[in-house]
């Protein structure tokens, strides 16, 4: 059988679907089942509170509240700042749509920051050539489980007294020289969507929060405003009276939410975070194998990872430098239709996108970012690949540059 473009495919070769990237386990699943068995309340309950003080102490943080996912957290945290007219956040143009539309939302004018050429994420000289006496806050993303350049972007945000969230929705578990990300910031995200590195049955996200004031607000803030009454004599005597716990208490006049994590998923992390440091390892050791088998391949390139960095390899994404004039669109052309590989691209820079440019967001001035991502793409990529797809993957992606660098060079 030939593919639609007469080209013959391997039998045995079948694009993975879009999925998780490691199937739920017996034990995910038992712990599930307990919870729901259980006929204990399913919201804000004995999970939620266990969920949290385990992925605190497993960050090396405080504070962390279990959400409905991350772009909520997000936008918990970008309320509870509250942005002014005119205040500036400074957010990576190479990042998921939740770090910039969030901040949009609450309000919150956005300057992109270029990327580091060899790091990915924020530069760090960008960020300080971006600030002004407007820029109020920044968003820096781990993005694909590669740290930001902390060492060097925490003395600028200082100096500049800008309020930190760290985006750690791709980057659990990642960290510098033993310090975890989601630990430097005055808020931090993570997400567990299904495609994440742990994932809660489908959605969820935790939120750090540094402050002991914001700590003291985002539990009642996340769930209607509620929270436990105080057993005084009166109170105990008239115990029905007033029956609604979420609108007496006076929150600075801001307006609560729902973004609960339901206790089902609660059990399902308690259960993932046992192994995500499994997890991790293996992710790490099979993006090592395709870097490997790419050192005798100069046309590939990848984000350089210093010492003491840990990179959880959420994804991967890797740079095509150019084979005779011919570039990423000319090289995925071959590797999709005579392969039949899937190999995307991410992510587009958000300023292109038109809700950005609409609403005020497309002014940039990013050069690297433009340049790079014209030849980046990413690596097809899920938990336990097999020995024989990777090998396909990478034989086919070399075999492709070998034939852009056989024909004649492109005008
Ligand atoms: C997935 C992701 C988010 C949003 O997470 P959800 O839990 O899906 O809302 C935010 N930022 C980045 C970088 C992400 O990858």
């Not at 006929?39 to 804000?44: D, H, R």
């Not at 495609?195 to 809660?200: D, E, G, L, S, V």
């Given at each position: 059988m030939k593919n639609e473009y007469g080209y013959q495919i391997p039998e045995n070769y079948k694009p993975s679907p879009y999925g998780h990237l490691f199937p739920y386990g017996e034990d995910d699943i038992q712990a599930v089942v307990d919870c729901m068995r259980a006929?204990?309340?399913?919201?804000?309950g004995v999970h939620m509170a266990e969920f949290e003080k385990k992925f605190a102490a497993y960050i090396g943080v405080e504070h962390a509240f279990a959400m409905d996912n991350a772009t909520n957290c997000l936008q918990m945290a970008a309320y509870l700042i509250g942005f002014e007219p005119g205040d500036e956040v400074i957010v990576p143009g190479y990042t998921f749509v939740s770090s910039a539309s969030t901040m949009a939302k609450a309000g919150a004018k956005i300057v992109w920051g270029d990327m580091d050429p060899d790091n990915w994420n924020l530069s760090p000289a960008d960020l300080e050539r971006k600030i002004?006496?407007?820029?109020?806050a920044v968003v820096v993303v781990h993005l694909l489980g590669m740290p930001a350049k902390m060492d060097e972007l925490m003395p600028i945000i200082r100096k500049h007294n800008l309020i930190l969230i760290e985006d750690c929705a791709q980057a659990i578990g990642a960290s510098i020289n033993g310090r975890k990300v989601g630990s430097y910031g005055d808020f931090a995200c993570f997400s567990f969507h299904t495609?994440?590195?742990?994932?809660?049955l489908g959605e969820g996200g935790m939120l750090v929060v540094r402050d002991k004031k914001y700590a003291d607000m985002v539990a009642g803030m996340r769930f209607v405003g509620t929270h436990p009454y105080e057993e005084t004599p009166e109170r105990k005597a008239r115990y029905w009276y007033p029956a609604m716990s979420c609108v007496d208490f006076d929150r600075e006049g801001l307006w609560p939410c729902n973004y609960s994590m339901p206790e089902p998923a609660c059990a399902c992390g308690v259960s993932q975070l046992n192994k995500v440091e499994a997890i991790s390892e293996s992710l790490l050791a099979q993006g090592m194998k395709i870097r490997n088998a790419f050192?005798?391949?100069?046309e590939i390139t990848f984000c350089s990872i210093p010492e003491g960095v840990r990179h959880v390899h959420h994804q991967f994404v890797l740079h095509f430098e150019g084979a005779n004039g011919y570039d990423r669109n000319d090289l995925l052309d071959i590797t999709t239709k005579k392969y039949g590989i899937r190999n995307i691209v991410?992510?587009?820079?958000?300023?292109?996108y038109p809700l950005f440019v609409r609403s005020g967001f497309g002014d940039h001035d990013c050069p690297v970012l433009d340049a790079w991502w014209d030849n980046s793409f990413s690596f097809p990529w899920w938990g336990n690949m097999s020995e024989s797809d990777m090998n396909y993957f990478i034989t086919c992606t070399k075999a492709a540059i070998a034939e852009l660098k056989a024909r004649a060079p492109k005008a």
């Open positions: 006929n204990a309340t399913l919201s804000n002004t006496p407007k820029t109020k495609a994440k590195n742990i994932t809660t050192e005798d391949t100069p991410q992510y587009y820079p958000l300023y292109r």
